[in-house]
């Protein structure tokens, strides 16, 4: 499945879901004398048994076969995590960052079979700013969908559409690029859609090899609007047509909503919205970053099931079909750039900037349809406590304003007073361990974090604990409530919720880490702290069995007040019938 919905109807469009041969080489462009091993696509090598842990560079390959002389499409959703594509023995593609898409186009493909190898790099070294030893594993191989298409001289690259709410009536603008891959300059008919309600129709002129961007904004007099309760979503249907004859098409979904923080208070369509969420790492124990649908339909109806409104993308821009989901179900999304906990140093890496600052493109420009996307955020916990670092949160959180100025932007800290950069963002997100990393009382050190917000830069701005919990190892029980025993982790997320969760709270919401446990790098050096290669902090394990802390989590965010949120200390209130 390549995505909740049929991206194209007129589009010959096929996704390349299958076992592509498989070989282990030493580097990018080697023909191995055989390939030994037949893998699925999409997936992770880990998957198998002999990869498993496996860290280089694998060989994909198959072949495909076309009918006819056409331009050819290729679109990787997403390989782990730096992809080098050959088409008939020629590169076409090279890409980094295992969590946004790309693609190959192949101008004047001959009918016939064709041969696509793709090698996918999962290694770490000084070339790789983002994949990096870390709390979270990098898996490797084609984890997300591949897609063929068909497209002719001039087709439609991509539409944005942001929804705006201005003098009292819906309105949108689009833009929409169109590109020309013919010598000759050509002009055609663009028409811009969404089902039952208008569609506006522009002549464009595109000269010869180059594209063109139309903007245009339209009102909408009766809107379905989108919200948790009512996530309402509009098809957009963007069409190519030449004296009557539509000859290309590009579909995707929208929801007319607006996101602010006036008043120091998140709103969605004008009304305050408290985020009871989890932070969700793409990682199975099972299979891996590679999730299938059903593996993503389990995860969503597990948070809905908890009494979420809202998942945190951690650390990474997600898979577009679980974004679809979301959109599907009104889970609001805090979806961020691919970051976490890089030092300044780490963020002085010679590729860092380009790397970092072409995710945040490329999630802002693929993702931006997403109503239920609400806060686009970057760098998580890294190194925004030094005036370096605040130069790239700047730029970052510059580059996202000018690419979607519908959306706040945040990011996630664990530098409490020392960070220098909250002034920068449009909502302050601490990461706090109260009576986990620390002893501290959740309720004071909440109070003192909106101190902190307050004094640098985050006044009258809207607060979030983006991140707290505990471990627990499935199965651990404890009597005397150890730390890594499931009772302990009911008690410390018991009395974070408690006080985040009180009628006093001056938070706008708070995001559990973490939803369910997640494997590790091995070389990490806090391994012994991770038992088992895992970061165990999950509701559920990595094969989404709940763990006690599942119920208590549950009763809290299922719960409307605060009464009913009292938690027995011994063992979580039984889940609601
Ligand atoms: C940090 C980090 C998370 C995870 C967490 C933990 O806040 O953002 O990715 O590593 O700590 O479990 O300690």
Redesign the pocket.
């Known amino acids: 499945m390549i995505r909740l919905f049929d991206t194209h109807e007129i589009r010959p469009t096929k996704e390349l879901e299958g076992l592509w041969e498989f070989e282990p080489v030493d580097h990018v462009g080697e023909i191995p004398a055989k390939m030994s091993y037949r893998l699925p696509v999409p997936g992770c090598w880990e998957s198998h048994r002999e990869f498993g842990t496996y860290q280089g560079i694998g060989l994909y390959r198959r072949k495909v076969r076309i009918e006819r002389r056409t331009h050819l499409r290729l679109e990787f959703k997403g390989v782990s995590h730096t992809a080098d594509v050959y088409f008939d023995g020629k590169k076409v593609a090279h890409h980094y960052n295992a969590y946004t898409a790309f693609e190959a186009v192949i101008v004047d493909a001959e009918p016939g079979e064709h041969e696509i190898r793709l090698y996918a790099d999962n290694s770490f070294s000084e070339q790789s700013a983002l994949h990096v030893e870390?709390?979270?594993y990098t898996y490797g191989g084609p984890i997300r969908p591949v897609v063929l298409e068909e497209i002719p001289d001039i087709h439609i690259e991509r539409v944005a559409f942001f929804p705006e709410f201005k003098q009292g009536i819906w309105h949108g603008r689009w833009q929409a690029t169109v590109r020309n891959l013919a010598a000759e300059a050509h002009e055609v008919e663009l028409l811009l859609g969404l089902d039952g309600l208008n569609t506006l129709t522009e002549k464009v002129r595109i000269d010869g090899e180059s594209s063109v961007t139309i903007e245009r904004t339209e009102a909408y007099a009766a809107v379905a609007v989108w919200s948790a309760e009512e996530p309402n979503l509009y098809t957009l249907r963007a069409q190519l047509q030449q004296s009557e004859h539509i000859f290309d098409d590009w579909i995707d979904r929208v929801g007319f909503r607006s996101v602010d923080t006036e008043g120091g208070e998140l709103r969605v369509n004008g009304k305050a919205v408290l985020l009871k969420g989890v932070?969700r790492?793409e990682d199975h124990a099972i299979a891996g970053a590679a999730f299938s649908f059903p593996d993503l339909v389990r995860d969503i109806q597990l948070i809905q099931d908890l009494g979420c409104n809202s998942v945190r993308t951690?650390?990474y821009p997600n898979d577009e079909r679980f974004l679809d989901l979301c959109d599907e179900t009104g889970i609001f999304v805090w979806e961020e750039n691919h970051a976490?906990?890089l030092t300044e140093q780490q963020m002085r890496n010679a590729n860092f900037r380009m790397q970092s600052e072409t995710v945040t493109r490329e999630m802002v420009e693929q993702h931006g349809n997403h109503p239920a996307i609400i806060i686009w955020a970057i760098l998580?916990?890294c190194a925004s406590d030094t005036p370096y670092g605040r130069s790239v949160y700047e730029s970052e959180l510059a580059l996202i304003r000018r690419l979607d100025y519908t959306r706040p932007r945040s990011f996630?800290t664990?530098h409490r007073n020392r960070d220098i950069c909250l002034d920068l963002a449009d909502i302050i997100s601490f990461?706090l361990?109260p009576l986990?990393?620390t002893d501290e009382d959740p309720g004071e050190l909440m109070r003192q974090a909106r101190g902190w917000a307050d004094e640098l830069g985050g006044a009258g701005k809207p607060m979030l604990i983006s991140?707290f919990?505990a471990?627990a190892y499935y199965g651990f029980r404890s009597r005397e409530r150890v730390k890594g025993s499931e009772e302990r982790q009911c008690d410390i997320l018991a009395a974070n919720l408690e006080a985040y969760l009180a009628a006093d709270s001056p938070l706008s919401g708070v995001y559990i880490?973490?939803f369910s446990d997640c494997r590790v790098t091995e070389a990490t050096g806090w391994l012994l702290a991770r038992g088992c290669t895992r970061?165990s902090?999950g509701l559920v394990d990595g094969y989404r069995r709940p763990k006690l802390a599942y119920d208590t989590v549950r009763s809290f965010f299922q719960a409307q007040t605060i009464e009913e949120q009292s938690v027995e200390k011994q063992y979580p209130l039984p889940a609601k019938a």
């Open positions: 870390n709390d979270y932070n790492h951690s650390h976490r906990g998580n916990e996630a664990h990461n361990y986990w990393y991140e919990g471990d880490w973490q970061n902090k």
